[in-house]
């Protein structure tokens, strides 16, 4: 049997939380041969997701260094991957998202003519700023990949509204297979979530609303709205934040500054995924600027409250389970305290159907990819 060759790049603990699923799936499969290269753009919290999910990268580019510029990381993930790609023969590169990583992965395997498969393709916000710079990072990939694995209609619309209608598949988004995949085993060995446990303990009988804030346009102004935000919605004595912080100094030092210590702010170090799916498991309310969290919360029924302008997920708002509050305090409080206060309004968002998908996205993707090579010899 002629193996197919592949090569699958990721970067970001979101890119590894979505694309584990991928890499298992695919490696089980007779035909294929996986390696996988991490870039490790994010190293810590890369490394964390790696360890769970079990995967030992064949190639580690470890690229991250401190205040590294958009310019420096681009050629360096370029030319990294790049030389990856010379050193041994590929069928198919695989990248995810819309990162450095994921760009620069698609590039360095056109300029060696290697077909691109794009997991998680078709999403956009229509504005090249908002997100920057990974709006302009996934439609470059658009016009390489010759497979679009779009989660949803939408999201194929997008694509086919670009002129690439060729190659593109609604598979539904991995994430929800990383989701129900990470809780069969959390159900199995409760201690993977243990990072939680002190947290947990802290909670008593008052709900929590977990925070997550990372998005660099909402670094400055916003942040600092973001955290009167949640200063204002900890004054209720029925309600604890639980904050895991990403380690970013624009999310912070703007923290440290205007919240300092709170008792029902609880602020702690990024959770390890599983224990951070325990947190989701335990909210009541989802507040966040984050992609990835913005697909998990409906799929646990948590309402999210998504802390931008505009967002490249617009299914969860059209679903009912998400709603766009800006990155602005009175709309964040008054969002959050809606849902608080208003048990009807709550209900009506935490019963919306999930529109990410159904946990078989890996599966679909790997088919596809297995076909697609039949096809081409
Ligand atoms: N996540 C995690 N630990 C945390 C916060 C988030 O494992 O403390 C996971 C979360 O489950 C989601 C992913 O990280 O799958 C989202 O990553 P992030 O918000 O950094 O990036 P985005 O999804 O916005 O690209």
């Known amino acids: 049997m002629i193996k197919q060759r592949i090569l699958i790049v990721f970067g970001t603990r979101p890119e590894a939380i979505k694309l584990f699923p991928v890499v298992q799936t695919l490696a089980d499969m007779p035909e294929m041969e996986v390696r996988t290269c991490v870039t490790a753009q994010h190293r810590g919290l890369l490394d964390q997701v790696l360890d769970i999910a079990g995967i030992v990268p064949d190639h580690d580019l470890d690229i991250m260094e401190p205040n590294q510029g958009l ?187 205007m919240l300092g210590d709170r008792g029902n702010v609880l602020r702690i170090d990024p959770l390890d995924y599983p224990s951070f799916i325990g947190a989701l498991s335990l909210a009541h309310i989802v507040l966040t600027d984050s992609g990835g969290v913005q697909e998990e919360a409906p799929a646990l029924g948590k309402p999210v409250l998504v802390m931008r302008e505009t967002t490249e997920r617009p299914e969860g708002v059209i679903a009912g389970t998400a709603r766009l509050v800006g990155a602005q305090t009175e709309q964040i409080v008054a969002g959050v305290n809606e849902l608080l206060d208003r048990p009807e309004a709550y209900l009506t968002m935490s019963r919306a159907h999930n529109p990410f998908g159904d946990g078989k996205s890996a599966a679909r993707i790997a088919d596809i990819i297995a076909d697609a090579a039949v096809t081409s010899h």
């Not at 990856?84 to 198919?92: N, P």
């Not at 194929?156 to 593109?168: D, F, H, P």
């Open 71 to 257: 310019d420096r990381l681009t050629a360096r993930l370029l030319t990294g991957v790049g030389s990856i790609l010379d050193g041994e023969q590929y069928d198919r590169v695989i990248v995810q998202g819309d990162t450095a990583t994921a760009m620069t992965g698609a590039l360095a395997a056109y300029y060696r003519k290697i077909p691109v498969a794009h997991v998680e393709a078709g999403l956009r916000s229509g504005d090249i700023y908002h997100p920057w710079p990974e709006e302009v990072n996934r439609r470059m990939i658009a016009p390489i990949a010759d497979l679009h694995f779009a989660p949803t209609e939408i999201a194929a619309n997008a694509l086919r509204n670009e002129g690439i209608s060729r190659g593109v598949h609604v598979t539904g988004n991995t994430v929800i297979d990383a989701l129900h995949a990470t809780m069969a085993r959390i159900a199995e060995q409760p201690d993977l979530a243990s990072a939680l446990d002190p947290v947990r303990a802290r909670i008593g009988d008052r709900r929590v609303v977990l925070v997550t804030t990372h998005r660099r346009e909402n670094f400055g102004d916003g942040m600092n709205q973001i955290a009167t935000a949640i200063g204002r919605i900890a004054e209720r004595e029925d309600v604890v934040v639980v904050f895991p912080m990403h380690p970013n100094p624009g999310v912070v030092s703007v923290m440290d500054r």
